[in-house]
């Protein structure tokens, strides 16, 4: 922590007013603060005190969700933290989450600190606060705008991620769990068929061995480049994993789970098998900050997905579920397609997962809808895909050249309108896919299917 100045006392004042007088307002304050103070005091995050314990939690795919599972646990169990989970996990959102929970001269009111971390933001935030620990869910490409390939994403980790921080990493992800290989590290995955996840995907990140372009020999792979491999020509492989699943019950919503202490029966939280993934991530995290894996256990049996990332309502009968794709983000995409397709029942899609901001704002790079795996959508359980957005017409598009039936296929200007395009009379799920700017659509469009259901409308 850098000595305090002059200028980081009038902006903490300046700030703290700030936020005061935006809680009046009813506002949550959870950006604007940060933005502020950055904008006041450039090196503002440098002069407040850090908690004695400082995680982070990064990755592509699952932080939000591994952070707010995490929290949640740990509230259940009594802890004391600060957290970003309510805010943005850029700058701002970080120095706007440890001033909520920072003294008026800047002192650090709790011991830990849990934030979720954009992995692009890293170099603005980590000089300035390391982390004693760091968790990565996985790593694939993601906007191509802003993130650009995995190599672009795991150098700029590489260079900030301290020498000192442990690592909590993918053991079945070849590009996560290679960073800062210097590093104590400890690693989690599934050991064992999930039954909700198919291989062949378009998207594989790794194609050859990054260390000497060598031929990568898989064991398996679940899905993109997830699973286990080596290098027939050097030492570039996988790792033994110190946390995993051995099996998985979806029938009865259980898992077996390995920790380095023994072997434990889990509730599972979801079926999807990103889900799966979330949930030992929080598991590992939780057990290396020595939280009793008993505790972890029972805290499970009160958990659920955020309602903001998956929902689901029963309205006569039929079943409308909500579920964020992710606009730009082609393996999001892919991991809840695939997961309606294994989904039973006869099923109707609505896709509003254009990108809010780029569809008022400026012209969108639209690769990314063709690295999106809608073959997966090419099923007879799937009676309808409603293609809704100003891009509604590069979704149809994208659905016939994957080989979806055109009759099967409706378009729609608008999200708001997609709900009358649905034929009730033909399904019995109803998946909204949206972006994570898009969620005030799919609540509206699930409040007007609500209502058709309930009155009896058939289309």
Known sequence: MKKNTLRFY????????????????????????????NRLCPDFLGHLEKPEKLVYITGTNG????????????????????????GSNVSEGVVSALLA???????????????????????????????????????????????????????????????????ILNGEDLISNHLA?????????INCPDGHSTPN??????????????????????????????????????????YTIESIDYA??????????????????GENVTDIYNMITVIALLSELGLPIEKVQKSFEKMKITASRYDEKEVNGKKIVLNLAKGQNPIACSRVCDFIKHDSGKKAVICMIDDYYDARESSENIAWIYDIDFEFLKDDSIKQIIASGVRNQDFHLRLLMAGIPEERVTCC??????????NLEAVDKIYLLYDVYTIQYAHQVCENLEKMIQNGSTK
Not at 63 to 86: P, Q, R, W
Not at 131 to 141: A, K
Not at 217 to 232: F, K, M
């Open 10 to 37: 009038l902006t903490i004042t300046i700030v703290k007013i700030a936020t005061k007088i935006l809680k009046l307002m009813g506002r949550n304050a959870t950006h604007l603060p940060g933005w502020l103070a």
């Open 63 to 86: 932080k939000t969700t591994v952070s707010n599972l995490t929290a949640s646990i740990l509230k259940d169990n009594g802890y004391e933290f600060v957290n970003n989970s309510t």
């Open 101 to 167: 929970k920072s003294s008026f001269f800047g002192k650090a009111k709790t011991k830990l600190g849990i934030l979720e971390v954009d992995e692009r933001y890293s170099p603005l935030i980590y000089p300035y606060m390391q982390p004693d620990i760091l968790v990565c869910t996985n790593l694939f490409r993601d906007s191509y705008k802003r993130n650009a390939h995995t190599e672009f994403i795991t150098g700029i980790l590489n260079k900030q991620i301290p020498k000192h921080t442990k690592l």
């Open 181 to 189: 290989e210097d590093n104590d590290r400890r690693y989690f995955g």
């Open 201 to 242: 995907n378009i998207i594989k990140d790794v194609a050859a061995c990054p260390k000497c372009g060598g031929r990568l020999e898989y064991e398996y792979i679940r899905y993109n480049h997830i699973g286990r491999a080596h290098c027939t020509n050097c030492d570039y492989g996988s790792p033994e994993m110190d």
């Open 252 to 269: 009865n919503h259980r898992c077996q789970v390995k920790t380095p202490e023994g072997s434990y029966d889990f509730k599972i939280i």
């Open 413 to 422: 200007e608008h999200e708001l309108e997609s709900a009358s395009c649905v």
